[in-house]
């Protein structure tokens, strides 16, 4: 038979010995979650499979004051992955209704992986206003994460689901929510995530010079503008987004894992049941582990001796066919 090259061997040893995943954050606009969507299987099913993918996802657009909708996913979460993900069990945190009525009132909720991620601080921001109108239609849920296996370690999430009219108002007013968790925990590593409809015509170009979170430095937009984060065949939209602040939490994001995660095409919906369960995709990224870094390390010299070896056993032997 004829003998392989040694670059595909090389990529064989990568593909069987290459760096473990990541760590995985993930938001979610999950659209009038409420116990009336939380009887819906199907819903429920592809909800506990998304999640189930992440050590913390932000799910917004949910509106279940009492707790029994998230607690119902949180219940099929913890059953499916003592099935099927080597025995993880999920925790949740939720804000407050948030709404500038009573009738438009939705929560923040965070479910996270009890083994690799500890809360450890949470913070209902609460907007300073100026003529007596609240900059945010749903004011920041933002919570503090301990993640010892990752390379970061200690993180804060900034979530937003914005009101469409008012993105840029609102995701600019961002600013300000970080500047005073950066008083208020003494960290600046903090990521920002949800729903900010950041795209289509609620932010064009010009708009970005009036967004302190795009033209102020430091701060790292890892969803691109050209994304569709949106189900529907009449949107293009890179609506859902992930910021991160500094270089050090650049660092610490795994190349090129920030990405839409189409659940039509990766559970293969119809358009009507990825519709079922939100008009939105998740949006998720990676941030690297220590473990994987040290394998990394170890792997490298052993890869490169045997490609070496690959290399030298084929260039003397005979270079048609290996009996």
Known sequence: MSCPSPLLLSLLLIGIYGPCSGFK???????????TKSANYRVM?????????CDICLLQEVKDLQGKATRALLGRLNRYSTRY???????????GGLGRTPEDQEQYVYLYRNETVEL????????????????FSRDPF??????????????????????ASDAIKEIDKLYDVFEEIKIKWNTEKVMFLGAFNAGCGHITRQDKANIRLFSNPGFFWLIGDKVDTTVGDLTSCAYDRIVVHGQPFLKA?????????????????SKEMALEVSDHFPVEVELKT?????????VQPLLLIAVSVITYVLHILPSTTVV
């Open 25 to 35: 954050i993930c938001a979610f606009n999950i659209q009038n979650f409420d116990a």
């Open 45 to 53: 099913h592809t909800l506990t499979k998304v999640v189930s993918r």
């Open 85 to 95: 993900d080597d025995h993880y069990h999920y925790k949740y945190v939720a804000s």
């Open 120 to 135: 450890t601080d949470r913070y209902q921001y609460t907007d300073k206003k100026q003529g007596g109108v609240d900059a």
């Open 142 to 163: 933002v919570v503090r994460f301990q993640a010892k296996e990752t390379v970061i370690g200690d993180f804060a999430l900034i979530p937003l689901h914005t009101t």
């Open 253 to 269: 994001i795994k190349p090129y894992s920030a990405r839409v995660f189409n659940i039509a095409k990766e559970y293969k919906l």
């Open 290 to 298: 220590k473990s994987s870094g040290q394998l990394q390390a170890q």
